[in-house]
C-alpha cells in the first residue's frame, strides 16, 4: 500500500491542499480532490513542491563564520547554539536589551510565529521583533482595522466569490499569484457576473475582465474617490445600508464631490468614461465584492488608498451581507496566522494589541510572567532594518523565515546594514543572500517534515502534516528556539512539540479578537479546516463576519475621510519612467526556494524588464537586450521584454531575484505612515542602454 499524507503546499495564502505520497524512497505530490479551497488544483508551484524536499543543496549541517578565515565552515549544533546565545547576551549586556532583534516570515506556522514573539519578549525582552508581513498586507490590514474593527483578510470564504455580481479586483495579479483561485472568478463570471480589473498592465488576470482600467500606478486612491462621485451623482449609494450600519458618510461624501471624473481622469489616466462604466456595473449589481492586494496596497499611501476602496463598499451598501465585502487577499502561506499571534512589533496573541495593559496582564498571566517585564512595541519592519549597526540600534539580529538582502526596499543599503551586524543568525533550508552573510547559519526542517498550523487567505486554520522526518543535522524551527532559549536561562515555557505549543496559543489566544480557544487539531482534520474566531470547542467557527455587526464599539463600519496624495517620489528630467515590481507564476518571493527547482527554473530563469514597444522606441531598445535601469538607490541590469500589455510610462520588473537582478536595489523606502508599509509598487527611474549599434 502507498502512504499519503495530506498536507498543503507550502507556498502562497491559498493553502492549497496536496496529498505527499511515498513512492521510491522519495516524496512526490498528489492530488488532494477534498479539499475545498483548491479542489485539487495546483499551480506549477505547489505541483513541484516535492523537489524542495530532495534537493541537493538542503543546508543540512549548522554554519559557523570562521574567525580567522572569515569564511563560514561545518559546525555542531551544540557549538553553533553556544555561539548564538553568547552573542545575544553579550549584545544585550553591552547595549542594552532592545539591541538584539527578531525578524521573522509569514511562512512561519501559527506555533512558530506564537513562539518567536514569545522567545522575543520572554526570553530576549527585547522589544525590537517584527517580520515580513510589514512588507505584505499591514496596509490592508490597518485599512481593515479602521473601518471594521477586526483584520481577516478575507470576511469571507473564497467560493462566496462565485456568487456575487461584481468584482473590483485592485491591484491583485492572481492568475499568476494563486492561480487555483480563479475557478471562482470564472464561475462568478459564468453565473453572468461581472470582473473590473484595476491594474496597469494588462495582465492574465485583467484580460479575462469584463473591463480593465489602466491606471498610473499609485492613483488607485483618486480613482476609488472619483467612483464614490460618480456613485453619488448617478444614485448608487445605499443609504438605508449607510444610515443602518455605518458612521461618517458626510465628511467622505463631500470630500469625494471634490473628485469630478475629468479630474480623476487628468490624475490616474482612466478616461472618464470607463469611470462611468465602472460605477455602473457595480452600482447597479445587487451585490459586489471589493478585493484589494499588493497593488494597491504597497504604497506609501497604501493604507489611504485601502480605505478609499472600503469606502466605495460601504457607500454601494455592498459589505455586511452575503456575498457582499471588502477583502484583502493575502499572500504568505501563514500570512495571515502570522499576523495574529505576536511577531508583529505591537502585537501579543489573538491579535491584541501589546500596549492594552488588559492584553498584557492576560497574556502575562498565561506566559507567568509579570506584566510589566514585557516590553512595550518596537520599530516596524523597515525601521529596524533600517537601524542594524547604529549606535542605538540593533547589534544583533535573528532571521527565521525571510530574506530581507532580496526582498527589503533599498536592498543594498540593508544588505550592507546587515554586514555590519556584530552578529547575524539565519534559520532556513538554503543558503538564502541573506543565510550567505550570517555568522551562523542553522538548519531548519521543512513543510513536509513538521506538524503545525497555517491559517490561509480565509480565515481558515488548517493543518500541516509530517510525512517524513527532517534530514540529519537539521532541526525545526521550535527545537532551535527551545534550545536557545534554555541557554538564555529558560528551561521551561517553550515546548518543541507543535501541538503542545498549540494548546498554549488557544489559551493565549482566547478572549483575544483572532480567538482560537475552540481550534484543536482533531477538529481541523474533522472539518478541513476551522475558521476563526472561535471560542469554544462546541462554536462552529466563524466563516462569514459582519453579517449582523461589525466589530466596532457600536457594531456599525467607519467611513474614513481619505485624499488623495502623490507617491513619494515622482519622475523628474533626470529620472524620467515609471517602475513598479511584482510577480511571475513560477517563482516565489525572494526565490530561495522556487529558484531550486529546476521546473520553475526553465520556466522562469532570470530577471526581466518589462516595457512598452513605445518607450522601447524611444529609447533604442530592442527586445532580448540587456539594459541598465537606474533609480537614485541603485542600479540593475536585466533583459527586456517588450510588451504591449504594459503603460508606455511605466516599466515593471519582478522581484524574485538577487545580484545585478535585484528589483530592490532600486526601490523606495518611504514608508505609509499608519501601516509603515514601504513603497515597493513605485518608484523613478532611468534606463541606459549598454551596447551601442550602429544601425
Ligand atoms: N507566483 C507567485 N505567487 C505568489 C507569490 C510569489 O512570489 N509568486 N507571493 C505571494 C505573496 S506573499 C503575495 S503578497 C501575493 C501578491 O499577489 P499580487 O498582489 O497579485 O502580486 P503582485 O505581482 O505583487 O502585484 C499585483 C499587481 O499589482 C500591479 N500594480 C503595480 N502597481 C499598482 C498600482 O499602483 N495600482 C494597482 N491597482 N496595481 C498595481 C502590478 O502590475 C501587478 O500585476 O502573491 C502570493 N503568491
Ligand atoms: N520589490 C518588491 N519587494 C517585495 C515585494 C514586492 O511586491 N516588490 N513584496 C513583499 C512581500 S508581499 C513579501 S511577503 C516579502 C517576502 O520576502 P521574504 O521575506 O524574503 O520572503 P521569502 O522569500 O518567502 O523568504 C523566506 C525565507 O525563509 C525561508 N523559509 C520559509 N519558510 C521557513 C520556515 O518555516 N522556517 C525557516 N527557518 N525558514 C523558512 C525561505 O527558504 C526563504 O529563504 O517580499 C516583499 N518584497
Ligand atoms: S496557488 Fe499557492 S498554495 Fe496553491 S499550489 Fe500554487 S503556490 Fe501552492
Ligand atoms: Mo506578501
Same mark, same amino acid.
Given at each position: 500500500m502507498t502512504l499519503a499524507t495530506p498536507t498543503h503546499c507550502p507556498y502562497c495564502s491559498l493553502q492549497c491542499g496536496l496529498n505527499l505520497q511515498q513512492a521510491g524512497g522519495a516524496l512526490t505530490v498528489v492530488e488532494r480532490p477534498d479539499f475545498p479551497v483548491n479542489r485539487g488544483a495546483l499551480c506549477i508551484k505547489g505541483q513541484t513542491s516535492a523537489d524542495l524536499l530532495h534537493s541537493a543543496e538542503r543546508l543540512t549541517t549548522p554554519l559557523v563564520r570562521d574567525s580567522k578565515s572569515g569564511e563560514l565552515r561545518p559546525a555542531t549544533w551544540d557549538e553553533a547554539l553556544d555561539m548564538v546565545a553568547a552573542a545575544l547576551i553579550a549584545a544585550q549586556a553591552k547595549y542594552g536589551t532592545d539591541a538584539v532583534g527578531v525578524f521573522g516570515g509569514g511562512s512561519l506556522t501559527n506555533e512558530k510565529a506564537y513562539q518567536l514573539g514569545k522567545f522575543a519578549r520572554v526570553a530576549l525582552r527585547t522589544s525590537t521583533i517584527d517580520y515580513n508581513g510589514r512588507f505584505c498586507m499591514s496596509s490592508a490590514a490597518a485599512a481593515n482595522l479602521r473601518a471594521f474593527g477586526l483584520d481577516r483578510g478575507l470576511p469571507f470564504p473564497l467560493e462566496d466569490i462565485a456568487g456575487t455580481d461584481c468584482i473590483l479586483l485592485i491591484g491583485s495579479n492572481l492568475a499568476e499569484t494563486m492561480p487555483p483561485a480563479q475557478r471562482y472568478f470564472t464561475e462568478q463570471r459564468e453565473r453572468g457576473g461581472s470582473l473590473i480589473v484595476v491594474d496597469p498592465r494588462a495582465t492574465p488576470t485583467a484580460r479575462n475582465a469584463t473591463l480593465h482600467l489602466q491606471p498610473l500606478p499609485g492613483t488607485d486612491l483618486a480613482l476609488a474617490l472619483g467612483l464614490i462621485h460618480i456613485a453619488v451623482q448617478k444614485g448608487y449609494i445605499d443609504q438605508p445600508f449607510i444610515d443602518e450600519r455605518t458612521t461618517g458618510w458626510p465628511q467622505v461624501q463631500a470630500i469625494s464631490m471634490e473628485y469630478m471624473p475629468h479630474r480623476v481622469e487628468r490624475i490616474t489616466g482612466v478616461p472618464a468614461k470607463q469611470l462611468y462604466e465602472a460605477a455602473r456595473l457595480i452600482g447597479e449589481a445587487p451585490t459586489g465584492m471589493v478585493l484589494t492586494a499588493r497593488g494597491a496596497e504597497q504604497h506609501s499611501k497604501g493604507t489611504d488608498t485601502v480605505s478609499a476602496w472600503i469606502n466605495l463598499a460601504l457607500a454601494l451598501g455592498k459589505a455586511g451581507r452575503a456575498h457582499c465585502g471588502y477583502g484583502c487577499l493575502t499572500g504568505q502561506g501563514n500570512g495571515q496566522g502570522g499576523r495574529e499571534h505576536g511577531q508583529k512589533a505591537d502585537q501579543l496573541p489573538g491579535y491584541r494589541k501589546i500596549d492594552d495593559p488588559v492584553a498584557r496582564a492576560y497574556v502575562a498571566g498565561v506566559w507567568g510572567v509579570d506584566p510589566n517585564s514585557l516590553p512595550g512595541p518596537g520599530p516596524s519592519a523597515y525601521e529596524l532594518l533600517d537601524s542594524l549597526g547604529e549606535p542605538s540600534g540593533v547589534r544583533a539580529l535573528l532571521v527565521m523565515?525571510?530574506?530581507?538582502? &532580496?526582498?527589503?526596499?533599498?536592498a543594498a543599503h540593508i544588505e550592507a546594514k546587515l554586514r555590519r551586524l556584530d552578529c547575524l543568525i539565519v534559520a532556513d533550508y538554503f543558503m538564502s543572500e541573506t543565510a550567505a552573510i550570517a555568522d551562523v547559519v542553522l538548519p531548519s526542517a521543512q513543510f513536509a517534515e513538521e506538524d503545525g498550523t497555517m491559517t490561509n487567505l480565509e480565515g481558515r486554520v488548517i493543518r500541516r502534516n509530517k510525512a517524513v522526518p527532517p534530514p540529519s543535522g537539521s532541526r525545526t524551527d521550535l527545537e532551535i528556539l527551545a534550545e536557545l532559549a534554555k541557554r538564555l536561562g529558560h528551561t521551561e515555557g517553550f515546548s518543541s512539540q507543535p501541538e503542545l505549543v498549540f494548546e498554549e496559543l488557544r489559551r493565549a489566544s482566547a478572549?483575544?479578537?483572532?480567538?482560537?480557544?475552540? &481550534?484543536?487539531y482533531a477538529r481541523i482534520d474533522a472539518e478541513y479546516g476551522v475558521f476563526w474566531p472561535c471560542p469554544e470547542e462546541s462554536h462552529p467557527g466563524t466563516p462569514r463576519m459582519f453579517e449582523e455587526r461589525f466589530n466596532t464599539a457600536d457594531g456599525r463600519a467607519r467611513f474614513v475621510p481619505v485624499t488623495h496624495r502623490a507617491a513619494a517620489e515622482e519622475p523628474d528630467s533626470e529620472y524620467p519612467i515609471w517602475f513598479t515590481t511584482g510577480r511571475v507564476m513560477a517563482q516565489y518571493q525572494s526565490g530561495t526556494q522556487t529558484r531550486r527547482v529546476d521546473r520553475l527554473n526553465e520556466a522562469s530563469p532570470e530577471a526581466f524588464v518589462e516595457m512598452h514597444p513605445r518607450l522601447a522606441k524611444s529609447l533604442g531598445i530592442t527586445d532580448g537586450e540587456t539594459v541598465r535601469v537606474i533609480s537614485r538607490r541603485g542600479w540593475v541590469e536585466v533583459k527586456v521584454r517588450i510588451v504591449s500589455s504594459i503603460r508606455p510610462d511605466l516599466v515593471f520588473m519582478p522581484f524574485h531575484w538577487g545580484g545585478k537582478g535585484r528589483a530592490n536595489s532600486l526601490t523606495n523606502p518611504a514608508l505609509d505612515p499608519t501601516s509603515r508599509m514601504p513603497e515597493f509598487k513605485l518608484c523613478a527611474v532611468r534606463i541606459e542602454r549598454l551596447v551601442t549599434t550602429t544601425d
Open positions: 523565515g525571510s530574506n530581507p538582502v &532580496i526582498s527589503a526596499p533599498r478572549g483575544g479578537p483572532a480567538d482560537y480557544a475552540g &481550534i484543536t
